[in-house]
Nanobody, 126 residues
C-alpha cells in the first residue's frame, strides 16, 4: 500500500518547539517534491513548507519564515519539519504530501499532491 505517515505532533506551550516527520510506505520519496500543509478548523488548507526532491530548494509560507525548517533525508526516506517559537496561530492538523511537481513553490501553492498523509495534530496552548 502506497502511503505517507506523519508523526511528531502533540501539545506544546507557546514559544515551544516540535519536530514533525513524514515517512513513505510502499514507495521512495527520492523522486518527489514533498511538502507540509496545515488546516485549522474553519480555515483553508495552507501550504507551510515544501522541499524539492534533491533538497536544494525550499519554499516557506511567510507566516513561518525564520521559525520553521524543512529538511529531507533521502537515505532514510523521510522529510522533517522543525517548528520553533510556536504560537497559537500555528495550531492545526499538519499533513505531508508528495508530488511529481516541477518545484517546491508549485506544490506549496497548488497543493496538488499525488500522495497525502492522514495528518497529525499540533496544539499550541498554555
Amino acid at each position: 500500500q502506497l502511503q505517507l505517515v506523519e508523526s511528531g505532533g502533540g501539545l506544546v506551550q507557546p514559544g515551544g518547539s516540535l519536530r514533525l516527520s513524514c515517512a513513505s510506505s510502499g514507495f521512495r520519496l527520492d523522486d518527489y517534491v514533498v511538502g507540509w500543509f496545515r488546516q485549522a478548523p474553519g480555515k483553508e488548507r495552507e501550504g507551510v513548507s515544501c522541499i524539492s526532491s534533491s533538497g536544494a530548494s525550499q519554499h516557506y509560507a511567510d507566516s513561518v519564515k525564520g521559525r520553521f525548517t524543512i529538511s529531507r533525508d533521502n537515505a532514510k526516506n523521510t522529510v522533517d519539519l522543525e517548528m520553533n517559537n510556536l504560537n497559537p496561530a500555528d495550531a492545526a492538523v499538519y499533513y505531508c504530501a508528495a508530488a511529481e511537481s516541477p518545484s517546491a513553490f508549485r506544490l506549496c501553492t497548488k497543493a496538488q499532491g499525488d500522495f497525502w498523509g492522514q495528518g497529525t495534530q499540533v496544539t499550541v496552548s498554555s
